[in-house]
C-alpha cells in the first residue's frame, strides 16, 4: 500500500459504522456490524497482495489460474478489542495465522505493558495484519507494532474501525511505513482518552462488560 492512511468511505460500511455508534444498538447486533464492518476492511488492506498463478484443470481445459503467492499472511489481535475484528477477517481468510498481543497500561507510568506476546513463526516472510478497533492515544498501537517488528515482521499493516487525529499522528511518527486502513477519522480525543464521538468503549460494547 502506498497511503499512510486509507478512510473505507463504501456507504456499507459507514452505514454500519453510523449503527454501530448509536448507544442504544444491543452487543449482538454491535458484534456482528463489527464482523461485517472488518470484512469489508480487510477486502480494501488486501487489495494488492502479490498473486501467482497455479496450474489447474477446469471441466473445460487446463488453466494457469491466478492465487495469493507467498506465505500465509498473519493477522495480529491486540487484547481484547482486536479479537471482535480479527473474528470476521478470519472468515475471509481462514488459513491465515494468528497472532495475539495483549498490553495493560501501567497506572504509575502511564506506559503500556506487555502482559502476553504469541505470534506465528517467520513473522518475517508474512505480511502482517494488526487489528485494533480503536486508534485512540496510539499509545498500545505503537507499542504492539514495537514487539512486532522486534519479532521479525517488516511488512505491517494496521486496520482499524476508528481512528483519532491524536494515534494517526503518533503512529506516523513511530512507524511511518505502516499503512494504516480505517473506517472513520473522529474529531479528536476526549480527556479519559475516548474517541469524539466514537462509540464508546469497544470492548465493554462488543462482550457486554461495563
Ligand atoms: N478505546 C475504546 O474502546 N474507545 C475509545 O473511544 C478509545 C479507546
Given at each position: 500500500m502506498q497511503e499512510h492512511l486509507t478512510i473505507v468511505t463504501h456507504p456499507l460500511v459507514q452505514h454500519k459504522l453510523t449503527i454501530m455508534r448509536d448507544?442504544?444498538?444491543?452487543t449482538a447486533h454491535f458484534r456482528q456490524l463489527l464482523r461485517e464492518i472488518s470484512q469489508l476492511l480487510a477486502y480494501e488492506i488486501t487489495r494488492e497482495l502479490e498473486m501467482t498463478t497455479q496450474r489447474i484443470e477446469t471441466p473445460i481445459q487446463t488453466m494457469d489460474a491466478p492465487v495469493l503467492a507467498g506465505k500465509k499472511l498473519a493477522l495480529i489481535s491486540i487484547l481484547r478489542a482486536g479479537n471482535g475484528l480479527l473474528d470476521g477477517v478470519l472468515e475471509l481468510i481462514p488459513s491465515a495465522r494468528v497472532g495475539f498481543v495483549g498490553l495493560y497500561r501501567d497506572e504509575a507510568t502511564l506506559k503500556p505493558v506487555q502482559y502476553y506476546f504469541k505470534v506465528p513463526t517467520e513473522l518475517e516472510d508474512r505480511l502482517v495484519i494488526a487489528v485494533d478497533p480503536m486508534l485512540a492515544t496510539g499509545n498500545s498501537s505503537v507499542a504492539a507494532i514495537d514487539l512486532l517488528k522486534k519479532a521479525g515482521a517488516s511488512n505491517i499493516r494496521f486496520m482499524c474501525l476508528l481512528a483519532a487525529p491524536e494515534g494517526i499522528a503518533r503512529m506516523k511518527e513511530a512507524h511511518p511505513d505502516v499503512p494504516i486502513v480505517t473506517a472513520a477519522v473522529d474529531e479528536r480525543l476526549n480527556e479519559h482518552g475516548y474517541?469524539?464521538?466514537?462509540?464508546?468503549?469497544a470492548g465493554d460494547r462488543m462482550f457486554g462488560t461495563k
Open positions: 448507544k442504544t444498538t444491543p474517541i469524539v464521538p466514537g462509540l464508546g468503549d
